[in-house]
């Protein structure tokens, strides 16, 4: 069984190994190096902890000790809240984790808490704006609720946690009180343990080792990537891949540059000259697996690929019957396939990545693409379509995979869209039109509950879970 990275903070500072490779392009390159964060020991913290989270605790919380309010610890007292699978003594064994719901209506921003062993909103919590939601993946103990009017990333502690006799005890989830803050937050990434939340207000990036939210001391650290613009960083190998802003009039950026972990202010230099690349022009969208870093441009993909210790840059040109207008935006790179699979008008294309000049495969879904995922379990990419249709894919060669299932109505002109998420062979549709969120079991390929939250749920991340199948 695999256990997940539970969401308290421990008494004890568990400070992670923070490796730093340094990348190189096919004509530069430098050699392996480590190192901490120069600002690891105090970093950003100082204006990035708030004094109790922007969010507050509302009557939401179905188990018996409540929900804590925001900053603080599980409420004592009470009885856990029943799930997973209960062992003789009454402890539960393992658990499904918990879904955090973001509400988009900006007239009451909200967020709330599903537990999915029982189906039940174990906690709600106001906040500063519509949150976007994210994770670092089902098994992590926290959730991720970036709200980019606010300025504020709020951290959600799914509430459960090991017991001394190898069960788990589950209580209410809270909000850290520490948090990450900038000016317009937008692009949130995460790999190898490390979460990064790019400033589109002035093209700052604040990061940490998710691991360090269970010491007493999270490892916050903020660097610049030169000037404000709509861009994203991302760790890889102790690498700091953060965008370069375009000179010009674009809000998006022209290319990459390369830092280290330890000094994420300073460019890599070989030879003297600044390792960047700024050929990816209209640059939006990045994806990680174990070795590969790529960026989606207004032309093709930037591509970095770990060779013997060090990345090498590639760029990956648009085919050339690519129609007008026509780009990848959103990018997965999913672990261990070698492929990129990229937004390419109402459907997706996959590239392979072992071929030197790779033809892209593309795949027309004839209606729009609403949202695709791989899930790391059947290894399917799982695509949502505005038809209200669930359907997977081979996630190498694009060949539909059984049969579509119906999840929500379709769209009608105006609508607002349902957005996808996925867990560990599962997924979750939400339903802003109807208040809903339904589950699917991605192994079965059945429907499963739907959970009436009300309002209009948008955003969602699965966190918390401990059972692998």
Known sequence: MKTNIYGFAFSLLGTPMLLGLTACSSEESAGDEGGAPATASGGARDDTTGSGGASTATGGATGEGGAAAAGGSPAAGGSPAAGGSPDPGGQPESTLGRLLVGDSDPENPRMQVIDLDDGQVVAEFQTLGTIAAYSTGSFSGYAWANQRVAGVVEIVASGIS?????????????????????????????????????NDGDGSFTFLPESSLR?????????????????VAVISHGNVFATLPDPGDSILPIGVTVRKVATPDVIVKVA???????????????????????????????VAERVNGSFVFRKIDDPEDTPSGRRIGTLRAPYGLDVLIGNWGNGFTIIPLDDPTPTWIQVDLGTANRG????????????????????????????????????VEPEATGDATSALTLGYGMAFVADPRTGKVHEIDLVAWTKGRTFDVGGKPKSLAAFGRSIEE
């Open 162 to 198: 090991d017991s001394p006799d190898g069960g788990i005890v589950k209580a209410a989830p809270f909000v850290l009180g520490d948090r990450l803050t900038g000016p317009k937050p937008t692009h949130w990434a995460s790999h190898d343990d490390w979460v990064i939340s790019f």
């Open 215 to 231: 010491g007493t001391r999270p490892l916050f650290a903020t660097a610049q990537s030169g000037e404000a613009h709509h861009g």
């Open 272 to 302: 003297g000259v600044e390792l960047k690349r700024t050929d990816c022009p209209l640059l939006h969208g990045e994806a990680t697996s174990e070795d590969v870093v790529a960026f989606g441009c207004g032309d093709g993909v930037l």
């Open 372 to 407: 695709f995922l791989v899930d790391e379990l059947t290894e399917h990419l799982v695509v949502l379509r505005s038809n209200g249709m669930l359907q997977r894919f081979n996630s190498t060669t694009g060949a539909p995979v059984g049969t579509q299932l119906s999840i």
